[in-house]
């Protein structure tokens, strides 16, 4: 199957609607919507192989999207609460809404892959609060130690919830930005969106 090739606009008016929705009163579950650093999110799925494995985070909307994953599947299972927990095992795609839950999951299957000699990959998105965090700091050494075939993504948005990531740590850099692992990207994006939800109270 040939993915869909998206423009910024395109992802963007994706979240505008489910944004809207949510506003709207039609999805009664909570939702983490995406903005900013589409271009450098398009970037990095143009690695991704359809064989790949994905483990994304409670804000995957644009990681499902850009894995293959047919929007109409998106928003039924958004539209069903289940916006933040986005799991598609067809498409090797998988996300949990618990940070850094993912991490050793998306570790066991790089090592797997290696094992058995395969030769597709893990990619593992990581928010930068969690990328500060004794599970995140374990999983990097280890696919380093061991030479696993994983990428971490962390999308860098200086924020966890509502705090400054790096005022609560007292540094103006985060670890990943102080040290160098060929098996971790970066980004930095800016969010029209809050935390949760899109921006409006909203009762059911």
Not at 140 to 161: C, G, H, M, Q, R
Request: net charge neutral; proline share 3%.
């Amino acid at each position: 199957m040939v993915r869909k090739i998206f423009t910024p606009h395109d992802l963007r008016a994706f979240e505008s609607g489910i944004a809207s929705k949510f506003n709207s009163s039609k999805i009664k579950a909570p939702v983490h919507l995406s903005h900013g650093g589409e271009v450098d999110l398009i970037n990095i799925f143009s690695l991704v192989d359809s064989k790949d494995f994905v483990f994304s985070t409670w804000r995957s909307h644009y990681h499902a999207l850009l894995k293959g994953v047919d929007e109409r599947e998106i928003i039924h299972e958004i539209m069903n609460g289940r916006s933040i927990t986005l799991n598609f095992p067809e498409h090797n795609f998988f996300s949990s809404a618990i940070a850094g839950t993912q991490l050793p999951v998306a570790v066991g299957t790089a090592y797997g892959i290696k094992m058995k000699e395969e030769s597709n990959r893990v990619w593992c998105f990581v928010g930068d609060m969690v990328s500060e965090s004794g599970i995140c700091h374990s999983a990097i050494k280890y696919a380093d130690n061991f030479d696993l075939p994983i990428t971490f993504v962390i999308e860098d948005n200086n924020l966890s919830v509502c705090s400054d990531t790096r005022k609560v740590w007292n540094s103006n850099l985060l670890d990943y930005e102080k040290f160098s692992s060929s098996k971790v990207i970066s980004y930095k994006y800016t969010s029209v969106y809050p935390h949760a939800g899109a921006g409006k109270r909203v009762e059911f």
